[in-house]
């Protein structure tokens, strides 16, 4: 019985996002009381968001991803281990064995910590149980013990989950979700740095006065500051960059433009599909829990509708491949995860609100933390990749993507202890990031309730 239900569970998870989370939308939808034909057009427009977000996405990995390495090759970056990126780290997460159990137990995870209220977040976003998973995995794949993989899966969960708790006022206040959360993805575990990076720049005379963002430059420059604009620059930019002629530069920059323009478009079809899942999901939580709030849990590909993330990730790929030079020892050539940088510094983005300046700061602290942790995690994941069966020469794999986890990092070297200052240093400037990220979360928790408060008045 057992062995069926994991059979059924990879069945569905084969399907991908864009058929999987249809179906769980849909039979999640019906199942707190939303009328069948209106769960099965909502499980659709989430369907067809996601197809959308994969043709983005694809395109910009097939453009923006050889332009990234013609650019590496061009400056002459000594970096000899490629990133394989999310396209390459998830499926070798879902080949481990721990995957069989891996849902089940995360989704038992939370509804034990919806119970007894440890947590506001109810996770809907079965596809993103891979990040819970990779620690799982990278860990058995490291220590040889199933029980510990599954330790694994069980505290990234957790910690998951208290993130999204985190983030609910930055998603209300900056993104306008009101009631969503995003607890997983690079994305959230990484935004604990731009809360320190933020605190630190506030003190800091001349810098905290500095703000600038997209709405700000469309006011000095008007028509230049565009979205469809900026990502014709940036695009072109990278291009040229690259070495591009002309012609092929001008038409990445194109591809930018639509990039820009389309994307909050797409995620529009994602949020419209939430809807009524959402609004019926905190009906029948309140009539439950009396007036508990609760969150709905969300892939970070909903933060890409905001032109501010869009264009700091297209800001980042050459950054990034800077950073990767100048981070002593790596070894990591960024690759499979630069076209999609903006996953990293989402959130990030909020936590600034939207200022460019400080999101460009945090993004270096943020992308320099995350190829440092790459580098030392390549034994790991190429490890993993060697027991699942997606490598099988004496080729070495990094990941930016789960690779790059402080959380993965912290719990795997507490029980293999291979580097003891890097566990300290990542272990306790961890921990200090996460008391401001709880700072930040209560101040915007505060200022949203005063806004709220304001517009009744109003």
């Not at 709405?215 to 990278?238: H, S």
């Not at 390549?378 to 990941?399: H, Y």
Request: charge should be negative; proline fraction near 4%; include cysteine.
């Amino acid at each position: 019985m057992w062995q069926a239900l994991a059979n059924g569970i990879n069945y569905i998870i084969n399907m991908g996002a864009s058929v999987m989370l249809p179906i769980v939308i849909a039979i999640l939808s019906i199942c707190v009381g939303v009328k069948p034909g209106k769960a099965i057009r909502s499980g659709l427009m989430i369907g067809v968001g996601f197809v959308g977000l994969s043709l983005i996405v694809t395109m910009m990995n097939s453009e923006l991803g050889p332009a990234a390495q013609a650019m590496s090759e061009r400056f002459g970056l000594n970096l000899s281990v490629v990133d394989v990126g999310w396209p390459g780290a998830s499926p070798m997460t879902w080949a481990s064995s721990i995957a069989t159990v891996a849902i089940p137990i995360a989704i038992g995870v939370n509804i034990i910590m919806l119970l007894f209220k440890w947590t506001k977040t109810v996770n809907i976003d079965i596809w993103n149980i891979w990040h819970m998973t990779f620690t799982g995995a990278i860990a058995y794949a490291v220590t040889g013990n199933f029980w510990i993989g599954i330790l694994g899966v069980v505290v990234h969960a957790a910690f998951t989950y208290k993130l999204g708790d985190l983030w609910a006022p930055l998603m209300a206040d900056y993104f306008d979700l009101d009631g969503i959360t995003v607890p997983h993805g690079t994305s959230a575990y990484m935004a604990p740095i731009a809360c320190l990076v933020d605190a630190i720049i506030d003190k800091i005379p001349g810098l905290n006065k500095i703000d600038f963002s997209m709405d700000t430059l469309q006011e000095k420059v008007g028509v230049f500051a565009e979205p469809v604009i900026i990502g014709f620059i940036l695009g072109a930019g990278i291009g040229f960059l690259a070495g591009y002629d002309v012609t092929m530069a001008l038409q990445l920059g194109v591809k930018m433009s639509a990039v820009m323009v389309l994307m909050p478009k797409i995620v529009k079809c994602i949020m419209d599909g939430l809807l009524p899942l959402s609004e019926r999901a905190k009906e029948v939580m309140n009539s439950k829990f009396g007036d508990s709030e609760f969150y709905i849990g969300l892939d970070p590909a909903i933060l890409l509708g905001d032109s501010q993330v869009v264009t700091a990730g297209l800001i980042f790929i050459p950054i990034t491949l800077l950073i990767a030079v100048l981070v002593p020892g790596n070894r990591v050539l960024p690759f499979g995860d630069l076209a999609t940088i903006g996953f990293f510094i989402a959130i990030a983005v909020a936590v600034c609100k939207g200022n460019l300046f400080r999101t460009l700061i945090s993004g270096i602290a943020i992308m320099w933390s995350t190829i440092w942790i790459a580098n030392e995690t390549i034994p790991w994941v190429t490890k993993l990749a060697q027991t699942t069966g997606s490598i099988t020469d004496n080729s070495l794999v990094a990941a930016m993507d789960q690779g790059g986890s402080p959380i993965t990092y912290i719990f795997t070297q507490l029980f293999t202890m291979q580097n003891v200052p890097g566990l300290l240093v990542v272990g306790i400037g961890y921990a200090i990031c996460m008391v401001f990220a709880v700072r930040c979360s209560k101040q915007r928790a505060a200022e949203l309730a005063l806004k709220r408060e304001q517009e009744e008045e109003y």
